[in-house]
């Protein structure tokens, strides 16, 4: 892979490093390895709590750095991410290199002597999987990419659960599950109107290969089965009712808003609103699911599936 070239030089801030770490998705990243923190059963010292956070930011933070570093020239060629440090020259690639290895050793080394090793391991196996696994193996050989690679977004809550614990559960492993079967459709519902970056590119994300009918049928799928599966924390005792009625409600209104995009003819609306609407409602959903999980346990107490 050769880097980006530009006539132009440009300085690099403190801001650019940031933007390496992808802010926006470690937002909801965090949010999530709170949230699951905060759920889980048992307690744990504010300052280690924050800690374990802090060190899932920082895994975070460095493999989005990692994924930039290998992906700069594909970066450059789509409108999408055309405008990332690396892209517009502000960076070395080896400057993006050195500071998300720094980031993933640092967070797992933090984590595993705070809290402890379970926990860190899990977390280096998440930076591996999208460092490593997704971005260099899987997203520029399958249009399935996204669907093996969803793991690495799933780990999060897990990770803030097994922080508090020490062990891992049937509990974590259903957020882990729910966050797995939620990326297909929340990623493809973007993929769909970017498709031609994707194509320009040679990523062969699902519509770019196997076209928009196909892709739609998979979202929709996708969407019915999240649909009981963000429910089964509740029906196995592990949640009180609150949780559960609104992962039904929240999961819902996702598939009926899969319906429009999964029966939308080719040509049909240019403006691609259906999908747009689904991926923006994609993230809200989320961030209610495990905000209501973490206030069914401050309502309902410790689960009872430990």
């Not at 594909?74 to 892209?87: E, F, Q």
Request: aromatic fraction near 12%; hydrophobic fraction near 55%.
């Amino acid at each position: 892979m050769t880097s980006p070239t530009n006539a132009v030089k440009l300085p690099a801030d403190w801001r650019d490093f940031l933007a390496l770490t992808k802010p926006r998705v470690m937002s909801l990243v965090v949010f999530t390895g709170l949230c699951g923190l905060l759920a889980a059963p048992g307690h744990i010292n504010p300052v280690l709590g924050f800690t374990a956070v802090l060190c899932i930011a920082l895994g975070a933070g460095g493999a989005g750095a990692l994924n930039q570093w290998w992906e700069a020239e594909i970066d450059s060629g789509m409108k999408r991410t055309s405008k990332r440090p690396l892209p517009q020259g502000r960076l070395e690639r080896t400057d993006a290199r050195d500071f998300g290895i720094a980031l993933s050793v640092a967070s797992v080394l933090i984590l595993g002597l705070a809290i402890h090793w379970l926990a860190a391991t899990i977390l280096a196996i998440s930076i591996i999987y999208y460092a490593v696994v997704y971005t260099i193996w899987l997203k520029p050989r399958t249009p399935q990419n996204i669907v093996i690679g969803g793991g690495a977004g799933a780990f999060p809550p897990l990770i803030g659960w097994v922080a508090v614990t020490g062990d891992i559960t049937a509990m974590p492993l259903l957020l882990f599950a729910v966050i797995f079967f939620w990326t297909p459709p929340h990623f493809w519902a973007l993929a769909l109107f970017v498709q031609t970056d994707y194509a320009k590119v040679g990523i062969p994300m699902l519509p770019v290969v196997a076209g928009e009918v196909a892709t739609r049928r998979q979202i929709l799928a996708y969407s019915i089965i999240l649909l009981p599966l963000s429910a089964v924390p509740w029906w196995i005792g592990g949640t009180g009712p609150l949780y559960g009625i609104a992962a039904l409600v929240l999961s819902g209104v996702f598939l009926l808003l899969t319906f429009p995009v999964a029966f939308r003819r080719t040509g049909e609306d240019d403006r691609m609103k259906p999908e747009k609407r689904l991926f923006t409602y994609s993230i809200a959903y989320l961030f209610a699911l495990f905000g209501v999980l973490v206030a069914d346990r401050a309502i309902y107490g410790s689960s009872v599936l430990t």
